[in-house]
């Protein structure tokens, strides 16, 4: 529990742990993603797409990836949400351009981690401007809200494993190496 | 809370306490009564504004659980001891008290289930499952909570029914000539209709409606859980077949509702569950069943929050007559005059206090229901955003989600101030 982390009394209803801060949830860099979002809109050579619906909120989101050579060379979104959800699948689409697929798998088990509250996670620079998002953490039902498109990414990233698996189960041998 | 009371929509506060009216709410006194509201959120007293997911109780209600489990605790019907006897009269107490704040001709009328949504799914499938046939049609609206919903959905599925959905203007109000033109297709048998929409507050004219199914020959189930708490329910009036309803929603336990059904079309319908208590005589191959209600209350009931949901409606009735219903109006009449004051703030579903409850939708431009949710918990102000449960509204408003503000008899309209300072927070912010 946050409360226990926190070295705070573990109360059930948390009222004694002290209230998170309104402007570190709602940095200008969020504020900034969620108004002008990057990459929002469509490829239309993409090679793969994931479509990931947050059923207890509404939330939705389209995530689509280029790739050459295991590396993801476009990504774009669609979808709609609150400003957490949209501005973190915005940050997460420009740090994804130029990653392999390993790498991108470690960018988001990083991100995943800070959403849980890893303070060594918000301070590595390869997180960019993820970081502004270190304060979701603070607000536990919200995180759901940060890992939508990074759930849409790892599951988009496996449907591209799984299609590369059963090429190399029926086919030759040139994937083995990856 | 009764909507029929009439209200000057002009007057920005309650009016004044006068013990000539009669009928004015000692709103210090009642929220004085419900503990849960004298605490601080976030470093702001509490603003609860999400009593349409669940009401605060008063502490009348807690006493009287604590105390049935402190005296009287037993298990119902056929003990012979004292505490057994004192339990189930308490239990059918409850009971009648139920009956008698429903307008109920009689108590076995009424059967205890955990809430509205099991009382859909016991009419669905046993009233449904033994009386509908392939091509026959159940009609719901487009404001229905799924608990109204995905019931009729499994019986339908499952005998070859077909579901229709009635449609509602931009003003959030039902529009029943689509209901009269699917009634005139003669193959309606039920409509299941909520007697105030849980999403947008909108009271609907569950008479008039009753009075064209039944000259369709369809019977009416009515949806209660926003209903109960905030109209005065005569199902004798109301002229409806089924209604059913929710404890919590009104300030009783959780866990704990009632069903009311005509006896006809109860004795007919099939038991729903089976077990101890709804059974006459057992035999290996079959059974006969018990008697109304306990026909339907399979196992040992929830005897104590069926107490405590007494209490609570004692509790209600207990305050001024119509004094409830002249603060809600006075508290709609308040809060659509100044939450529209908020820039870019719109209100989803009825502007006017005519036919809704103080359940507001909200839609702040440029800020999406959850920030604006995240924003006012901040400030100790609890509403909520999301879906709530109505999913085809969301889709025929085109939202994905928008925020609800509920009232219930302890909010003041310094707690609406409240609200509309937080969107105005919430504005500046995205701005």
């Not at chain 1, 997460?92 to 060594?120: C, N, W, Y």
């Not at chain 2, 929220?31 to 609860?48: I, K, S, T």
């Not at chain 2, 369709?216 to 109960?228: E, H, K, N, R």
């Not at chain 2, 009735?317 to 939450?339: K, V």
């Amino acid at each position: 529990m946050t409360a226990e982390r926190d070295g705070a009394p573990d109360r059930p209803d948390g009222s004694d742990r002290p209230a998170p801060v309104l402007a570190e949830l709602y940095q200008e860099l969020i504020l900034e993603h969620y108004k002008r979002p990057r990459n929002k809109g469509e490829l239309e050579d993409a090679d793969v797409e994931m479509h990931l619906m947050n059923t207890s909120c509404g939330d939705e989101v389209r995530l689509q990836l280029r790739l050459e050579g295991g590396v993801i060379r476009d990504a774009r979104h669609m979808g709609n949400g609150c400003s957490i959800s949209q501005a973190s699948v915005s940050m997460m689409s420009d740090l994804l351009k130029g990653k392999t697929i390993p790498e991108s798998i470690e960018l988001a088990q990083r991100f995943t981690d800070m959403m849980h509250g890893d303070p060594v996670a918000a301070r590595e620079k390869r997180m960019g401007a993820l970081r502004a998002l270190a304060g979701v953490s603070q607000y536990p039902v919200r995180v759901k809200c940060a890992l939508l498109g990074w759930d849409a990414l790892l599951q988009a990233l496996k449907k591209i494993g799984g299609e590369e698996e059963e090429e190399h189960g029926t086919g030759g041998s040139e994937g083995r190496d990856r | 809370m009764s909507m029929d009371v009439a209200s000057g929509p002009g007057t920005l506060r309650p009016p004044a306490p006068a013990s000539a009216a009669g009928a004015t709410l000692d709103l210090e006194w009642v929220r004085a009564q419900f503990p849960a509201l004298q605490q601080d959120v976030q470093g702001h007293r509490l603003v609860y504004l999400d009593s349409a997911a669940t009401a605060q109780r008063p502490r009348q209600v807690m006493s009287a659980i604590v105390d049935f489990y402190e005296s009287d605790n037993a298990n119902v019907h056929r003990g012979l001891h004292e505490l057994a006897r004192r339990a189930t009269e308490r239990y059918e107490a409850a009971r009648t008290t139920v009956a008698s704040f429903l307008g109920a001709a009689e108590a076995a009328e009424v059967v205890f289930v955990r809430g509205t949504t099991e009382a859909v799914n016991l009419v669905a499938a046993s009233w449904g499952g033994a009386n509908l046939r392939p091509g026959d049609e159940i009609v719901v609206t487009v404001l229905e909570h799924h608990s109204n919903l995905v019931p009729w959905q499994l019986v339908a599925q499952r005998t070859g029914a077909v579901l229709r959905s009635v449609d509602i203007d931009d003003d959030g109000r039902l529009r029943l000539e689509e209901l009269d033109a699917m009634l005139a297709g003669g193959r309606v048998r039920l409509v299941a209709v909520g007697h105030i929409s849980n999403a947008l507050g909108t009271v609907n004219p569950v008479r008039s409606i009753v009075e064209r199914a039944h000259a369709a020959g369809a019977l009416v189930f009515v949806d209660g859980a926003q209903g109960a708490a905030h109209a005065q329910v005569d199902v004798a009036a109301l002229g409806c077949d089924f209604y059913a309803f929710s404890g919590h929603k009104l300030g009783g336990p959780m866990g704990i509702g009632a069903l009311w059904g005509r006896r006809s079309l109860l004795e007919a319908m099939p038991p729903w569950q089976g077990g101890g208590e709804m059974i006459a005589r057992v035999e290996l191959q079959r059974s006969t069943y018990a008697e109304l209600p306990h026909k339907f209350e399979a196992g040992t009931p929830n005897v104590a929050d069926a107490v405590g949901l007494a209490a609570a409606i004692d509790f209600l009735r207990a305050l001024p007559p119509g004094a409830a219903a002249a603060h809600e109006a006075a508290l709609m009449a308040y809060a659509l005059e100044c939450l529209p004051a908020v820039p870019g703030l719109r209100i989803i579903g009825p502007r006017t206090i005519e036919g809704r409850v103080a359940v507001f939708s909200l839609e702040l431009e440029g800020v999406h229901p959850h920030d604006l949710a995240t924003i006012l918990d901040s400030r100790g102000v609890a509403i909520r955003a999301g879906h709530h449960c109505a999913q085809l509204l969301m889709r025929r408003l085109g939202v994905p989600a928008t925020a609800r503000a509920s009232c219930y008899i302890y909010t003041t309209t310094d707690e609406i101030d409240r609200l509309a300072e937080g969107l105005e927070l919430a504005r500046k912010m995205f701005a």
